[in-house]
């Protein structure tokens, strides 16, 4: 039996390009005090010996791991996979790693991963949407770089991303509004997740904007899954006096309503029409096609990445917090076409007002 062969060390790295092992140290953690000769013939000498740097050491060495922690409620489904995608392309970009870990939106957990992950990574890209996240993400990232995304509470304490959730659930309102419709329920994400209270604040605003009395009984609960967006859509089905349209506060809820009306025999949009957020990719797909409002949800992760890039670069030197806020487009399709198709739903439910 062969013996296996024994990882090259930096030290016959040295010895064969005739340099220091300091020489060679300097060139793979990309200092600028070795001239490009030079640090060219270790490359080579290096390539020849498939020699390959000790992460760990170099990470002692520069008291960096190149590394970036993604904290995410999850990593299931297209809204947080698009996410991902968008981080992870920077990173790969600028040369970093992506460690990833899904905290359930369970604070606990999300402060254990905190912990877990304090030291073998540089900063943090964190969705924490959840109100009551102050206190954990001044507790455990006040002296680690981050940046936060989907909450207002790191506002003056780390650099946050945001969706303009008001402003998107408010142009869905406004079109359905514009259709004719009066009675127009909306499911809601998790109690406490700030995504969801401000589509609802959105939602709310509109209805007083246009003297249409709130109706508790059609502003249904969900928990931003598929699953939940059928069960509100039951819920609002078995109504003596059902909607005339459907705001769902994410598209999964959207699509999971879609499903219950299509199985029930309900004609989308001619009976009540549905609009979705977040204009996820089988958004257009699906039939009918869905009306959502557009978010470049890869945009989140990608300028995140791109912000906590720049100040780990910029070290002890940054001043400036940055608070960026992602604007959003409503994107109108079968579901809740321009030209409504529910003239019989809206005329039934006006003559019952």
């Known amino acids: 039996m062969s013996k296996q062969?024994?990882?090259?060390?930096?030290?016959?790295?040295?010895?064969?390009?005739?340099?220091?092992v300091?020489?060679?140290s300097r060139v793979f953690n990309?200092?600028?005090?070795?001239?490009k000769q030079t640090g060219e013939k270790?490359?080579?000498?290096a390539r020849r010996l498939n020699y390959i740097p000790n992460a760990s050491a170099r990470s002692l060495s520069m008291k960096r791991t190149e590394t970036i922690g993604m904290l995410l409620p999850d990593m299931h489904g297209?809204?947080?996979?698009?996410?991902i995608r968008g981080a992870d392309a920077i990173a790969h970009k600028e040369r970093y790693h992506l460690l990833l870990s899904a905290s359930h939106s369970n604070k606990e957990e999300l402060e254990t991963a905190i912990r877990m992950m304090s030291g073998r990574v540089d900063g943090f890209i964190l969705m924490s949407p959840h109100l009551d996240s102050e206190t954990l993400v001044t507790r455990y990232l006040r002296s680690i770089p981050a940046v936060i995304l989907s909450s207002s509470e790191a506002r003056g304490t780390?650099?946050?991303?945001r969706i303009d959730n008001v402003g998107g659930a408010q142009q869905v309102m406004r079109h359905l509004i514009s259709l004719g419709h009066r009675r127009i329920a909306i499911v809601k994400g998790d109690p406490g997740n700030e995504d969801g209270h401000e589509r609802l604040e959105g939602y709310l605003a509109e209805l007083r904007a246009n003297s249409i009395d709130m109706k508790e009984e059609i502003i249904v609960c969900g928990d931003f899954t598929e699953r939940s967006g059928y069960a509100a859509g039951r819920t609002l089905l078995d109504l003596k006096n059902r909607p005339t349209a459907v705001f769902a506060s994410n598209d999964e809820m959207a699509i999971g309503v879609l499903r219950c009306f299509r199985e029930a025999g309900i004609e989308v949009p001619r009976e009540?029409?549905?609009?979705?957020?977040?204009?996820?990719?089988i958004s257009s797909l699906i039939h009918p096609s869905l009306t959502s409002v557009h978010v470049d949800i890869s945009d989140?992760?990608?300028l995140a990445a791109e912000r906590l890039i720049e100040i780990l670069a910029d070290g002890t030197k940054r001043k400036t917090i940055k608070s960026i806020v992602l604007p959003s487009r409503l994107v109108i399709r079968d579901s809740a076409p321009l030209t409504t198709h529910a003239s019989t739903a809206i005329s039934e439910a006006t003559s019952l007002q």
């Open 78 to 83: 297209e809204f947080f996979s698009e996410i």
């Open 42 to 45: 270790i490359r080579s000498v």
């Open 272 to 281: 009540i029409a549905v609009a979705g957020f977040d204009d996820i990719q």
């Open 300 to 302: 989140l992760g990608s």
């Open 30 to 35: 990309s200092s600028d005090l070795v001239a």
């Open 5 to 20: 062969k024994a990882k090259v060390t930096i030290h016959e790295v040295a010895r064969s390009a005739g340099v220091s």
């Open 22 to 24: 300091a020489t060679v």
């Open 158 to 161: 780390h650099d946050s991303i």
